[in-house]
C-alpha cells in the first residue's frame, strides 16, 4: 500500500483532537472548571521524562516516543476515570483505537510505535516502568498547580495516589524526592 500524504495528515489530526479533551478526573473529582487536556498532560509528561530521563542515564529517545503514545489512543476514546469501565474493556478500546490511529503512518514506523506503546501498555521493562511513574509523578505536580484554586482536601487523592505508587515502585528514587519536595494539603 502506497503512503498518501493525506494519511499523514489524519495521524496528526489525531494528535490536535487530544488539545480538546479534557482529563476527565479534574472535572469529576475536583470541579476544574478548565481543566488540562490530554495534550497538556502529555506534553508535561514529556518534559519531566526528557531531563529525568536523561539524568539517570536511561533510554531517553524511546521514553518520549512512549510518553508521546501512551494516551494517543484517547484521542479517539476519550479519557476514561477508572470506575467508568474496567480494565480490560478499556485496553480493548485503546488497542483497537491504536490499530487505527498507526494506520496512517508508513509501515517500518507503525510497527515501532506499535512495538513501543504495546511495551507501554504491558509495563515490564524499566522504560515502561518509568513512562507509568512520571505518569504519576505529573499528576501530582498537575494537582500542586490547581491548589492555587481549588481546595487542596479535594486534590490530596491526587497527591496521595502519586505518593502511595511512588513509595511503592521506588525504582527512581529521584521522583519520590520531587513528589516530596511539594507540601502535603492541608
Not at 487536556?37 to 536511561?58: F, G, I, K, N, R
Not at 491504536?98 to 521493562?125: F, G
Not at 528514587?173 to 519536595?181: A, Y
Request: charged share 25%; with cysteine; aromatic share 8%.
Amino acid at each position: 500500500m502506497k503512503l498518501i500524504y493525506s494519511d499523514l495528515h489524519e495521524f496528526f489530526l489525531y494528535g490536535l483532537k487530544l488539545k480538546s479533551i479534557k482529563r476527565a478526573g479534574w472535572v469529576s473529582k475536583v470541579g476544574v472548571s478548565d481543566p488540562e487536556s490530554v495534550a497538556d498532560h502529555s506534553y508535561s509528561m514529556c518534559l519531566v521524562s526528557m531531563v529525568l530521563s536523561d539524568m539517570l542515564e536511561l533510554e531517553t529517545e524511546k521514553i518520549l516516543k512512549m510518553a508521546i503514545l501512551h494516551d494517543l489512543a484517547e484521542s479517539i476514546i476519550g479519557d476514561y476515570l477508572p470506575h467508568e469501565i474496567g480494565r480490560k474493556p478499556k485496553r480493548d478500546l485503546e488497542r483497537n483505537a491504536m490499530e487505527l490511529i498507526l494506520q496512517s503512518i508508513p509501515r517500518s514506523i507503525r510497527l515501532k510505535y506499535k512495538k513501543i506503546w504495546e511495551e507501554y501498555v504491558q509495563n515490564k521493562t524499566q522504560a515502561a516502568n518509568f513512562v507509568h511513574l512520571v505518569d504519576k509523578l505529573e499528576l501530582a505536580l498537575q494537582a500542586k498547580q490547581y491548589e492555587r484554586d481549588y481546595p487542596k482536601a479535594l486534590l490530596a487523592q491526587f497527591l496521595n495516589t502519586s505518593r502511595k505508587t511512588l513509595k511503592s515502585k521506588n525504582i527512581f528514587p529521584i521522583m519520590l524526592e520531587i513528589l516530596n519536595t511539594l507540601k502535603s494539603p492541608s
